[in-house]
């Protein structure tokens, strides 16, 4: 088929999908879903169809013309977006259906589905994009949509709050990313992507390294907000206030991985200035590390779901920064599989227990639910870096990435945050299926009308990415040829370190979680000072509050005094004391004849006299 | 369709018309009163369209000339032309004026009053908009700005006595500064005509255009709610009735800034380039100003009035770095964008809020909570209004701020800077009313709007104006190829 | 007798005819006070006649249509004081502030 009319049925079918249910369907909440998962599953047909006929030269077509400034919009269809874009429908897809029994009694599931349309829609044609301004708008949209879904249950505060945070945090980091992408505008005067990459036309040949270094370092600011890296990842943790299916999608295939994305998109722009790679470097493996540490003490399964994202995507940074194309992209792969099934899995376990706590979870029976256990073993496993399931393969691409020059302070924290990776990832498995002592299930546990624990729309999706997150790890070579680069083979002796502390991560978490004598409490517990730290997210949150959102709120306050007293007041005060003056004068009118007449003799005289002496 | 007849004359007669016929009809006949003015706004509409399919955009330009010679002694001539700019803002005249008529459908006080003088309205600002000759330029402003008093002072609400003096004391004093400004033009020209196409192939003294140019902006700069000129109008749209507001923010504002472009610009271009630095640092401040204001306010009308003036600092900073030179193309296209996507927003706004006000009686945003779930209609259209404040993509002033903030970025990098930070600002009180208002816990105390929500006709006006913020979104070139070739035209003084 | 004697007479004429009007709150005073002036006025008149100007008619002309205005002045005003005391049961200047802005 011809590409235009595939990349049609991938992009628009979802728009589609989301006009009519928001228009028409709102009424028909189920006529809406099936038109919103078809949407979605025409949208996976065209963009396996995509991928199956392989990279194709790009489409461009003319969207509007300012002054000598042309914008176009188009397709680029090359290895990272046909992979990804699969990758993206996929899961959406698998989200979609779960959402059948996750959101089944939700009075407002037309609004919920099309929403998911919406997003999947946004997140498609930012894929696809072939300009970079054309990417911004999409990148935009996908915030927007985020924003919605977040804040799908808009009756509950907290995920209003949550919702709020997302959009004004990503926000902060657009504001970077969109002077990024004008300053590329005035360095090359087009935003066609193809071109900014050209080796010998494009952006690294043209700008001066100073001006490419700050282009790059202000796109990576967008992707700081938008990936959840710090200082600006705490808008993640908070949005798991949305519905879990909506957190599967956010922190897999959609929102977050925008920003990866983005950077795999432009990496050669990247490549092109050392020092931006430095601090992304330096970023990307504190994020690493500190999210890493909030997630070993998180006791809400989704918050250490949460909090192991921002980690994995510092990972898939420092991959992209230290120079691997491939590591990046394929651990962004893998990770968008396992992490959406985690997501699922845990969405399995707070549906049916209607409790977020892991040890609760665990006590009431968590793992008799064999679907959600066996994700649950699965996913924890490739996000833990098991061998051989997927995260293992594109972590380990990532640790030679890092090592290429030798051990540097990056991949000790790289090594570092796999070990707390293996730790947390296990210390949550652990917890949900090993409790100390169990509940038995109570007998009206299936009587709060949510039917079978674990009922078909929602086991599905769960199998099919517990399949695909079990082979990911095998795709690489696959993946390296989608990118057009030879996959490295790496020697057992090199991947030694990796394994090693993904073992010790594991053993440590046995001790403290999973034997039957365990304590059931985190080694950290025994220095309070850092257990207070990571569970109060480093107090990076309390520090926004205190100094930002107050600074912010302070200069509003006194600003608004100063219209009211200064600018506006001073208009006010000069219209009223006209008024004064009109009724200082009025009092002179007071009908008493002989005093106007006195007055008036007085004035006579004096211009009398005035005339007098001047002539 | 086109043919012969004088469409900028039509166009102009259907409101004229109207009027007419409302103060024949007797005051008893309400509904022939609103079926009137909806017809002609209706028709006004069409022939808007008609006139922006018909214009051309290779030529650009002035089009459609008609000229009658009315006082020939002192060169006074009844001149209509439009070019790019006027061709759209009369589409934007046409369709708040539509849509306006729509929102005041369910008016029951003093009927053919209202619509009179929101007719008279209507006609001024179409006349501003079509007039090429100084003098009816400014008769129809006096035009458009008088029927205010009475529209807020008669059917307003709240501090309407206040409110109604405030705005005509500003908008007077800025017409106070324009009327010699606008004579010693013609004076100094030397050519004693009032028409405005000749008067601009004139060059004027340097001097005199550096002294008479800010008596020209500032003037005009009033009524586009120029920082810190800007007083009266939240003041004002608070106090208004919705149409009123419509009309006053989504175009009367813009008359304020055509002005200056109309009048300052192309008339006294070396004027507009000496001052040009220090008005554009005053838009600019404008621009994160009120957003900052728009942060602390209480009353659903006064943050949309407050985002007004930020809004509208972005048309005026576009237009001063029109002049400047490094981005004038995109820097013109961004204002005149901005001006049309801005009063199809707030007429949008001011039309869903005036609903909300209509059914509940309260603007104040702490008193709803939860509302979404109560009026899921009119709070929906109120967000994607709100988004398109805050410039999200796919709405149309994302394009006029791109626009002008990639000028003000080349021209200007650190005001650049300031405003796109200003960016996040706007979200913050986009936000804060959804959040305060639309989402949170459902107050129960207006259960009683369930039943009430928009629908039927109610939708129309509403659902127009989503419409069309929508489909510039997505398509700007509709819009910017009508407005480009007069921007080059206008900018090759430059 | 020169003309200065003349205007030092009407000046003194002019002066009290002022103080009364000024001063006086019985409008009949103040009534005698406008007289008063008038009739310094026409003394004026025919003073500057009789020294300055060749044809004598032209003063007199004036001095006599003065004397008319002054007498209809009169009528007019002493009706007025009439119809205020009738109403207002009184003739004080300083009462009567209808005209108060």
Redesign the interface.
């Known amino acids: 088929m011809e590409p235009l009319s595939l990349i049609l049925l991938t992009t628009v079918a979802p728009l589609a999908a989301f006009t009519l249910a928001i228009l028409l369907l709102m009424q028909q909440p189920r006529l809406a879903q099936i038109v919103v998962i078809g949407g979605g599953t025409l949208s996976l047909a065209g963009a396996a169809l995509l991928l199956f006929q392989g990279p194709m030269a790009p489409l461009r077509y ?8 042309q914008l176009r919009f188009g397709f680029l269809f090359d290895g990272i977006s046909l992979m990804f874009g699969v990758a993206v429908a996929l899961i959406t897809l698998c989200v979609m259906v779960y959402s059948l029994g996750y959101m089944g009694h939700d009075p407002s599931k037309t609004r919920y589905f099309a929403m998911l349309a919406l997003f999947e829609w946004a997140m498609l044609s930012f894929v696809y994009a072939v300009d970079l ?1 054309q990417s ?3 990148w ?2 996908v915030g ?1 949509a985020s924003f919605f879904l977040i ?1 799908f249950w ?2 509950k ?1 907290s ?3 949550a ?2 945070k997302a ?2 945090m990503t ?2 980091g ?2 970077g990313l ?2 990024g992408v ?2 590329v ?2 360095v090359a005067g087009h935003f066609d992507i193809p071109g900014l990459l050209a080796a010998d036309t494009g952006l690294v040949a043209q700008a001066k390294p100073a001006v490419l270094t700050m282009i790059t370092l202000l796109i990576f600011v967008g992707i700081v907000g938008k990936s959840a890296q710090f200082p600006l990842h705490t808008w993640l943790p908070d949005a798991m206030e949305g519905p879990t299916p909506v957190s599967a999608l956010l922190h897999s295939a959609t929102m977050v991985a925008a920003g990866v994305y983005l950077m795999a998109r432009l990496h050669p722009l990247f490549m092109g200035s050392e020092t931006t790679l430095g601090v992304i470097l330096v970023i990307a493996s504190i994020t690493a590390l500190l999210a890493a540490t909030m997630a070993m003490v998180a006791t809400d399964i989704k918050k250490v779901l949460a909090y192991s994202s921002i980690s994995q995507l510092g990972f898939m940074l420092l991959g992209l920064a230290a120079g691997s194309l491939f590591a990046g992209v394929f651990h962004l792969i893998t990770h968008a599989l396992f992490k959406a099934l985690l997501f699922l899995c845990s969405g399995l376990f707070i549906h049916h227990f209607e409790s977020n706590d892991l040890a609760q979870i665990g006590r009431r029976g968590g793992r008799r639910m064999r679907f959600a256990t066996a994700g649950l073993l699965v996913g924890g496993a490739a996000l833990a870096g098991i061998p051989p399931l997927g995260g293992f393969f594109s972590k380990e691409e990532i640790f030679a990435a890092l090592g290429q020059d030798g051990v540097t302070i990056y991949s000790i924290v790289a090594l570092l945050a796999a070990f707390l990776t293996a730790y947390y990832t296990f210390r949550m498995i652990f917890l949900v299926t090993r409790p100390a002592h169990m509940e038995q299930p109570a007998p009206e546990d299936h009587a709060h009308g949510h039917g079978r624990a674990e009922p078909w729309s929602m086991a599905l999706p769960v199998l099919l990415l517990t399949v695909g997150a079990a082979i990911a790890g095998f795709w690489g070579s696959a993946i390296a040829s989608g990118l057009g680069i030879g996959a490295a083979h790496h020697s057992l002796a090199s991947m030694a370190p990796a394994v090693l502390v993904v073992i010790a991560g594991v053993l440590l978490a046995w001790m403290d979680f999973g034997r039957q004598s365990a304590a059931r409490v985190g080694f950290i517990a025994r220095i309070p000072a850092l257990e207070k730290l990571f569970n109060n997210g480093w107090y990076v949150d309390a520090f926004y509050d205190a100094v930002v959102v107050r600074t ?2 302070l ?3 006194i ?2 005094a100063v ?1 009211n007293k200064l ?2 007041g001073s ?2 005060r000069l ?1 009223f004391s006209v008024l004064g003056i009109g009724a200082g004068t ?1 009092r ?7 005093f106007y ?2 007055w008036t ?1 007085i004035l006579i005289g004096v211009a009398a006299a005035y005339i007098g002496m001047g002539g | 369709m086109m043919g012969d007849l004088p469409v900028l004359t039509t166009i102009l007669l259907c409101p004229v018309a109207a009027l007419v016929l409302v103060l024949l009809t007797p005051a008893r006949a309400a509904h022939v009163v609103r079926w009137i003015s909806a017809a002609s706004a209706l028709l006004a509409s069409v022939l808007s369209i008609q006139l922006w399919r018909a214009y051309d955009t290779v030529q650009s330009g002035f089009q459609f000339v008609e000229i009658i010679p009315w006082v020939q002694e002192v060169g006074i001539s009844y001149h209509l032309a439009v070019d790019g700019f006027s061709t759209i803002l009369v589409m934007l005249n046409s369709i708040v004026f539509f849509t306006g008529v729509l929102t005041m459908w369910d008016l029951e006080t003093r009927v053919k009053e209202f619509f009179a003088f929101m007719l008279l309205l209507v006609i001024g600002v179409y006349g501003v908009f079509l007039s090429q000759d100084l003098f009816f330029f400014f008769l129809f402003y006096e035009i458009a700005v008088v029927p205010m008093y009475p529209l807020i002072l008669i059917w307003g609400s709240g501090n309407r006595d206040y409110a109604a ?2 705005l005509m ?2 908008l007077l004093a800025g017409s106070a500064l324009l009327f010699p400004a606008l004579l010693s033009i013609y004076h100094a020209s030397g050519l004693g005509t009032f028409n405005m196409i000749l008067l601009a192939q004139k060059s004027f003294d340097p001097d005199f255009q550096i002294f008479v140019y800010p008596f020209v902006f500032l003037g005009f700069g009033v009524l586009a709610g120029l ?5 009266w109008s939240p003041t004002g749209h608070v106090a208004a009735p919705s149409a009123v507001s419509m009309l006053h923010a989504g175009v009367l504002m813009k008359l304020g800034a055509y002005g200056i472009l109309a009048v300052g610009i192309r008339l006294l271009p070396m004027g507009a380039v000496y001052w040009a630095p220090t008005f554009a640092t005053l838009a600019a401040i404008g621009v994160v ?1 009120g957003a ?2 728009a ?2 306010q209480t009353d659903f009308k006064f943050v949309i009035g407050f985002s007004s003036v930020s809004h509208m600092g972005i048309v005026v900073l576009g237009l001063n770095l029109a002049v400047l030179g490094t981005a004038g ?2 820097a013109l ?2 204002a005149v964008f901005q001006m049309f996507a801005h009063g199809v927003m707030t007429a949008l706004f001011f039309s869903t809020v005036g609903f909300i006000y209509d059914r509940s009686h309260s603007k104040t945003i702490a008193d709803f909570g ?1 509302l ?2 109560q009026m899921p209609r009119a709070v929906s259209i109120f967000i994607i209004a709100g ?1 398109c404040g805050a410039g ?3 709405l149309a002033s ?2 006029a701020e ?2 002008v ?2 000028a003000a ?2 021209t200007y990098p650190v005001m ?2 300031a405003i ?2 200003g ?3 706007t ?2 009180y986009v ?1 804060r009313v ?2 305060m208002a ?5 107050n129960d105390k207006w259960d009683g709007l369930r039943a009430v929500d928009l629908q039927g006709w109610q939708l129309l006006p509403r659902a127009l104006l989503v419409a069309v913020l929508l489909f510039f979104g997505f398509f ?2 509709v819009l ?2 009508v407005i ?1 070739g007069t ?2 035209h206008m900018l090759l003084v430059f | 007798m020169n003309l200065e004697s003349f205007l030092l007479l009407s000046l003194v004429l002019f002066s009290l005819g ?1 103080f009364a ?3 006086h ?1 019985n409008l009949i005073a ?1 009534l005698i006070g406008v007289e008063l002036m008038m009739n310094a006025a026409s003394l004026n008149l025919m003073a500057f006649n009789r020294f300055s100007v060749t044809d004598p008619v032209t003063g007199q002309v004036f001095v006599l249509i003065i004397i008319g205005l002054a007498a209809a002045e009169v009528a007019i005003f002493l009706s007025i004081i009439l119809n205020l005391y009738r109403t207002r049961r009184t003739i004080d ?2 009462q ?6």
Not at chain 1, 588 to 594: A, D, F, K, R, S
Not at chain 2, 227 to 231: D, K, L, M, S, V
Not at chain 2, 438 to 442: C, I, Y
């Open positions: 003319l969207w509007f013309t300012s002054g000598d400034m301004l911004f708008i999409f935009e949209l927007l804040g808009y009756e505060p995920a209003t709050a919702a709020k959009f004004l926000r902060v657009d504001v969109f002077i004008l300053l505008l005035q912010t709120m200069i509003a306050t600003l608004h219209e600018f506006d208009f006010d219209g009025t002179l009118q007071n009908g008493w004849v002989q007449a006195g003799v | 003096m405030k004391l500003f920082f810190p000129f800007h007083g100003y900052f204001i942060m602390r193309q995109d296209n961004g939860g979404g779930s988004l999200v993509p796919g994302f394009w791109l626009l903030f990639m970025l080349k650049g800077v796109i930070v960016l996040v600002l979200a913050i936000l959804f959040s639309f989402f949170g816990p459902v700007p070139r910017l190829d480009d921007t080059t | 002022l009007v000024l001063a709150r103040v200047a300083e009567l502030t209808e005209l108060k802005g």
